[in-house]
């Protein structure tokens, strides 16, 4: 089946710390359903991606779907496209939601049709629209990111909005404490997220993070380092870093 359209647009957000749907009527129940499975499509293909990818599957999480939803029904009820349309980011759509985050991150898009549209079409517009722009790709492929949320909406049964929520919530973050027990003062090099931080921790020192992504844990001059993706206790001492 084939479609005119206006061009499909993507859009993508992150922050690391983006219902109801409506329908060109409220008592088209047709469209309605329409729009359900299409977000439960999106959930599932999403899913199948990460597999394809060697990845854990994402849990549905209610409050991510409300903030999801709400987001798209807003965009297609004004006519406002873009991540920052109603004047918040995804991660505080999502805190507004009841999500207590790590981190959150969001693509979306809309889609014009001018023929007829269904619910396989829509999906795989959506979907594959988001595995072929690297950006948005990143946000499906987010090795981090555990749960999902989605909303579909339409006012005119046309043109369609999309938004799709990843996110790792607070309770899932994990905690890192690096003792000193050697007798200098050791430089400690944290790398997470495309980010390098450097700081000095004293003899007898012990310093203590909250991480939400993977991190990899150094000291300058030595191979020794720690990529952790989950709670650790390391140690320094005259033979270098090492975990408890």
Known sequence: MTHSTHPFFLGLGLLGLAAIPNSLAADDSASGTMVDEVETAIVEQTNDFRKENDLQPLAVDDDLTEAASKFARYMAETDKYGHNADGKTPAQRAQAAGYEYCVVRENIAYRTNTGEVTADSLTEIFVQGWIDSPSHRENMAADYVTETGVGV?????????????????????????????????????????????????????IVRMRRCFPSTIGLPGNDQEFSLTESANLVIDDDGLSRK
Do not use: K
């Not at 006012?155 to 007798?183: C, K």
């Open 153 to 205: 909406a339409t006012t005119d049964d046309v043109t369609y909005f999309a938004v799709q929520l990843f996110g790792r919530p607070e309770s899932a973050a994990y905690r890192i404490e690096i003792s000193n027990r050697s007798g200098e003062t050791q430089t400690i090099v944290v790398t997470a997220n495309d980010s390098r931080d450097e700081f000095d921790l004293p003899p007898r020192g």
